[in-house]
């Protein structure tokens, strides 16, 4: 007889303990043991956080372990549940083996669990190995699957992403929904968030806001950043900082050549430029545009029964000599002529603020649809999806992915239910809801290029490697070397040679998905059809990695704080832009501004978009143990370690700055696109 130790780590979620009959059963390349239940004499099931050593004694050695098979039996016909996070055997050679589990068990289901050891599906040649290895995968397509049999993805609106195809989150497979304690505390309603706000008194007001300052009785709680947006909101300084530092740094570029339907004059900004003219900054580097065209013609929606107006506005910008973004021309919509007058700071106060204004209800519109939702939650869907789809748990990608796709295809689902829905919060309450939004994702969509995705190549191509006060790109880049370090490491240790990525037919599948249902199949986009060499597959993967945390991150977590101070982003307006000078005032542009009830159903939604929830995992953190190999997890740690220094260099310069830019603090960076 030879024994197997066998240690059994139930999880520490709630409700991870059963009352089950838990029983094991191991298997190697000679032999496999009997059924062994691990319930012992003296306790009845698993509590939670418990672990539990058992011995397995088998007739003869089973050689090397190939899996380890659990199953559930009910006790007195209760169907109770199991969570295990891991098992770990020793053989009779005193080896310790890791196999991970990290998943439900219900009563009256097997689950097959691999040894930690990460493996290439052509290095998988124990014909028990590659027989589990096609179940496992046919098993996953079968459990994500998608109803459209023709095109296999779902689609939620022709000409985006395609995306999962459950209904409701409670139809998910139960390893990829929220966690109980995240479920209890994220009621994802608008309606949750103005209680918790103290606003619903306000929901459905119809008046008009009497002044500015009224707004100042909205805010309960302190909060420093939404201080000094309120103080400097109106402030040309503040606005042309928020182009690279606010909720969307990837829109504005450096300007050779101004766009012929943006006729500026040099005497229109002689002031501005103290002295100079456009042709002399412009070949200093110092003159800059952002240009949201991607509006043009669009209609904008019907808020409380009133029509709202959007506009394409294009912004010059010149960097001056303290380093200071400064706008310098308006013009509120993409033809030149009488209809779209260009605005200027040298303009009465209340026509220049009325033009910043329309800007910034513009970068609503493209930051939340096209920036936030688009780029980040819909491309980290396509990415789960293809990760989940075509990647057994024993392949490398698998074990480096995963943790990086925690709780997206549920927030997913309840932001298309709840939020951009027919009656969804954004669609209710901003001027780009209903048929305006789905046009813009279309053209977004259109525009998407693999270098816009990759940070160092869009920071090059916009011109922007030597902007002063860059904080989003001095941060990010740094973050992104962070993850490709990490990321090479892996690879290269798994991938030895460009044959390997060619010979990868799981890798193949996977950037196939994500290449057809993602990016359309366009070649245009850059995006790659298939691997080639190592290298091409360390920077997509980096990519994918910065995604779905620091992109996300950068874009997410700061908007109640740049728009809890609805002046600064308003969510709609309710008049057309000014095609003349001289004829705004006070009274006009509170006319052109959100409704009391617009204002705070905006409010609420930007508070729920960006609140942090308590089981929230910074970059790098992770409760699964999946490697169990010397260089992977010497890698992790590695990782760590450079997050932490960030954390530490971000921290010293966020020391000298009047407003802290904290969005790219690996702290502050969820492992996934988790809210």
Known sequence: MVTYTVTVHTGTRLFSGTSSYIYIQLRGTEAESEEKNLNDHFSLGFKGGSVRTVEVEC??????????????????????????????????????????????????????????????????????????RMRQLEDLQEAFRFVDTSAEWDVYAEGMPHVNNYDSASALPSEVQFSFTK????????LSQMIALKLER??????????????????????????????????????????????NPMMIQRCSKLPENFPVTEEMVKDSLG?????????????????YKILDGLVGNVVHGRKQYLTAPLVLLYCDS??????????????????????????????WQLAKIFVRAAEFSVFEVDIHLLRTHLLAEVFTMATLRNFPFLHPLFKLLIRHTRYTLQINIMARDRLISENGAITTYSGIGGAALDELLVRATASLTYSSLCLPDNISERGLEEVPHYFYRDDGLKLWNVINKYVEGVLQHYYKSDDDVKKDTELQSWISEIFTNGFKGKKSTGIPETFQAVKDLIKFVTMVIFTVTAQHAAVNNGQFEFGAW???????????????????????V????????TTVNGMAVLKLLSTKATDHYPLGASLEELFDEEVPCTLIEDFRKDLNELTVAIEERNKKLELPYTYLDPRNVDNSVAI
């Not at 982003?569 to 001289?582: D, N, Y």
Request: hydrophobic share 35%.
């Open 275 to 291: 002295g100079s003219t456009l042709e002399v900054e412009m070949k200093k580097g110092k003159i800059f545009l952002c240009d």
């Open 322 to 351: 303290h380093g200071m973004m400064m706008p310098i021309a308006i013009q509120l919509g993409q033809k030149a002529g009488v209809l779209h007058t260009i605005f200027l700071p040298t303009d009465s106060k209340t026509d």
């Open 202 to 247: 306000l929901a459905d007001s119809k008046m008009n806001w009497g002044s500015i300052n009224e707004l100042d009785r909205l805010f309960s709680e302190n909060n420093e950043t939404i201080d000094y947006v309120q103080k400097h909101w109106d402030e040309d300084e503040f606005f042309g900082y928020q182009f690279l530092n606010g909720l």
């Open 183 to 190: 479920e209890i505390e994220f009621a994802y309603t608008a």
């Open 59 to 132: 007739k003869e050695f089973l050689g090397e372990l190939i899996h380890v098979k659990l199953s559930s039996k009910k006790f007195l016909n209760i169907d109770d549940q199991w969570f295990c996070d891991k098992i770990l055997v020793t053989t009779p050679g005193n080896d310790e083996i890791l196999f991970p589990c990290y998943r439900w068990l219900g009563c009256g289901e097997d689950l097959v669990l691999r040894h930690a050891k990460a493996s290439l599906v052509f290095q998988d040649i124990n014909p028990i190995s590659q027989r589990h």
């Open 590 to 597: 509170l006319e052109t501004l959100p409704d009391v009830g």
């Open 566 to 588: 609805m002046p600064n982003l308003p969510t709609a307006l309710r008049k057309r832009p000014p095609v003349k000078k001289g004829q705004t005032n006070e009274i006009s």
